[in-house]
């Protein structure tokens, strides 16, 4: 026992123990060290994405958000009360507009649209805003859709904001947006319905958000798992060579060296990857080539003097 820790311990920064271990221990823990290894390589990703939240999207400049979401949730306030724009009837599950909220404000030269509609009708009013170069935020059953122009070069091809919540938490209806409005036109009441619109997007998105987590997590495993395929069938192509004396070596030992050298890369991943958060999906794929690359040159050389293979 005392010997196989010690060998998984040295096999994080020698080379020969990660071809040791390949070769010599049974095959399920090459197995279950790429298995770890590949967990930890996706931790930062799928933290740091469960870490956004849709408020955030709004965090770099208002760009009139302030006072245009203070003006439409003043706007709501004057329709009834329990007022829902989307109802699902019982008897077919099919979604029936009840009521079509539709509002338009300019807000310092900057053109704003508040629309309440059916799925089936979010992207022609969509299009429709778009092409009259005007910022909105389109709601659906169980979704947002928000679309900010730059108000001094308004162009409906290039949003300074572009987010899309989908399968928000709950069903959406006009009494929660209703509810963030603080009456008065002073710069606190201002400040303070922006915050409540802010924090009812981040409450909608909490639920994409971990559709979103889910998608990063499993593009990142399967890129990882490839890079890991990858890695392995260099080392078999790197010991081809007529009078390589590391020719002996099996494709399935060189995958299982691979696999060995897999979570050094993955523990740098893991501490890395939440330090350089841009590069966080990169990091795992360019620290497991160097490592490839370092074992080939250092252990695996054409002449022999690395690895006494037996």
């Known amino acids: 026992m005392k010997q196989n820790i010690k060998l998984f311990l040295t096999s994080l920064i020698s080379n020969n123990a990660c071809i040791d271990g390949a070769r ?17 390589s996706v931790v930062p990703t799928t933290v740091l994405e469960l870490k956004k939240h849709g408020d955030k999207n709004f965090d770099s400049t208002s760009l009139g958000l302030v006072e245009a979401t203070h003006e439409f949730s003043a706007y709501l306030n004057t329709l009834p009360e329990n007022q829902f724009f989307i109802e699902r009837e019982e008897k077919t599950g099919r979604l029936v507009a009840t009521e079509a909220v539709n509002k338009e404000f300019t807000i310092n030269n900057a053109k704003f649209a508040f629309a309440f509609v059916e799925p089936s009708n979010i992207s ?44 928000a938490y709950k069903k959406l209806d006009t009494n929660a947006f209703k509810e963030s409005y603080v009456e008065g036109t002073s710069t606190d009441a201002l400040n303070k319905s922006w915050s409540n619109w802010k924090g009812l997007i981040r409450k909608l998105y909490n639920q994409t958000r971990l559709s979103v987590a889910g998608v990063q997590l499993g593009i990142c495993s399967a890129i990882n798992f490839g890079i890991a395929l990858i ?47 841009g590069f966080a999906s990169m990091i795992f794929p360019l620290l497991y080539g160097v490592r490839v690359m370092w074992l080939s040159m250092k252990s695996l050389r054409p002449d022999g003097s690395g690895y006494a293979a037996d």
């Open 24 to 40: 010599k221990k049974p095959w399920y823990a090459a197995i279950v060290i790429f298995f770890i290894s590949l967990v930890l």
């Open 124 to 167: 022609a009013r969509e299009a429709e805003y778009k092409s009259a170069n005007t910022s909105f935020f389109v709601f659906s059953d169980y979704s947002v859709d928000v679309f900010v122009l730059d108000p001094n070069s308004p162009d409906g091809n290039n949003p300074k904001i572009s987010f899309v919540c989908r399968n």
């Open 231 to 277: 890695m392995g069938f260099m080392v078999w192509v790197l010991t081809r060579g007529r009078n390589n004396p590391y020719r002996l070596f099996s494709v399935w030992e060189c995958f299982k060296i691979a696999a060995w050298t897999a979570l050094t890369p993955a523990l740098l991943t893991t501490g890395l990857g939440f330090l350089i958060k």
